[in-house]
């Protein structure tokens, strides 16, 4: 956040609060709830679909798609290692 707004418009993207006229709805960008159910989890953030302050801006569409892709990403690895791990400890027994 560069600028610390003194005002908000439904134009405000409600990840960084910059006054952006390229926002849209956080739901028509991602159609997802699950992702903001992820991102209240993760970062606090609650957004409701009927929420007219829901705005994303680009920049800030970029940076949630990053969050998801390591979410995934470290989820898939850590399934991984779990696996790996109860396979080592199975051919230990043995």
């Not at 159609?31 to 409701?48: K, M």
Request: proline letters at 3%.
């Amino acid at each position: 956040m560069d600028m610390v707004p003194t005002a908000i418009s439904v134009q405000t993207c409600r990840f960084c609060l910059s006054p952006n006229e390229q926002t849209k709805s956080f739901f028509e960008r991602f159609n997802s709830e699950v992702l903001s159910s992820i991102l209240n989890g993760l970062l606090g953030i609650q957004l409701d679909p009927s929420d007219q302050y829901s705005n994303i801006c680009e920049k800030c569409t970029s940076k949630v798609e990053l969050i998801f892709s390591l979410m995934t990403e470290f989820r898939k690895a850590n399934e991984l290692f779990c696996s790996l791990v109860e396979q080592k400890q199975q051919n230990d027994i043995k």
